[in-house]
């Protein structure tokens, strides 16, 4: 008998992975169990290499879940929906409605979060926050922007990275570059990781200050050489990203 369809899968795989390594500038010591130690080299490799990157930006971790909905895309969503029905409370809409969003459904996340943000909770931040998300996955950047302006406005204490990130994006998508250039400015100088970086310069570059951009983007490739080991390849992704536009502006 030939041997089974997963023993080729496995394999093939494990090519990608090699692929990918090379691609992407990774250390090309992991060729070797990737290539002589094919299931369990391509899991290491995927939990070492891959996945610690993944988690360290809002477009990783939304990538993340989009995994972990491939392989069971019903069992979370079925329960939060259950916590939410019996209890809609606060706690259990943000739950549900994340999912939602999580799972493509954007515009039911915004119907549970309306229900949710009522009285007490009518300007509660994590929940106009999520509201936010929800609008910028339907594409609507203009109404991103609106619930993002009465959110620092209701709340003006109210801190998040991946929030403001947020508002320079809706407000570049909205059309109103130099706005998003300050506010990329701004969080890119406390955002954890370095997509906020790589978006504010990518954005002067797109609004015709390539001068501006070639430099933080060079800036941003030499501080990364003197950053932590840890930081350079949790932000591989960003920085390769960086160093790709760097090329191109010269």
Excluded: C
């Amino acid at each position: 008998m030939g041997r089974p369809i997963s023993y080729y899968l496995v394999y093939f795989i494990q090519i990608l992975l090699v692929i990918h390594v090379i691609r992407t500038g990774r250390n090309r010591l992991w060729i070797w169990p990737l290539i002589f130690i094919p299931l369990f080299g391509g899991i290491a490799y995927v939990l070492i290499e891959i996945l610690p990157e993944l988690g360290n930006s809002m477009t990783g971790r939304k990538t993340l879940r989009g995994v972990r909905r491939a392989v069971n895309p019903l069992g979370d969503l079925r329960r939060l929906q259950n916590d939410w029905e019996r209890s809609p409370n606060a706690d259990n809409a943000r739950h549900y409605a994340q999912a939602l969003i999580d799972s493509g459904k954007s515009e039911e996340a915004e119907k549970i979060l309306d229900q949710a943000m009522t009285g007490l909770f009518r300007t509660e931040p994590n929940l106009m926050l999520m509201k936010a998300q929800a609008e910028f996955s339907e594409d609507n950047a203009s109404r991103t922007v609106e619930t993002l302006e009465a959110l620092k406005q209701e709340n003006p204490d109210f801190k998040s990275p991946d929030g403001h990130l947020l508002l320079a994006r809706a407000l570049e998508a909205s059309g109103r570059i130099e706005e998003s250039i300050k506010e990329y400015a701004a969080v890119s100088a406390y955002f954890p990781g370095a997509e906020a970086r790589y978006r504010y310069a990518l954005a002067l570059s797109n609004a015709g200050h390539r001068e501006q951009a070639a430099e933080e983007f060079a800036q941003m490739t030499k501080d990364a050489r003197l950053a932590p080991r840890h930081f350079q390849k949790s932000q591989r992704y960003w920085l390769k990203l960086a160093a790709e536009q760097l090329r191109q502006l010269r």
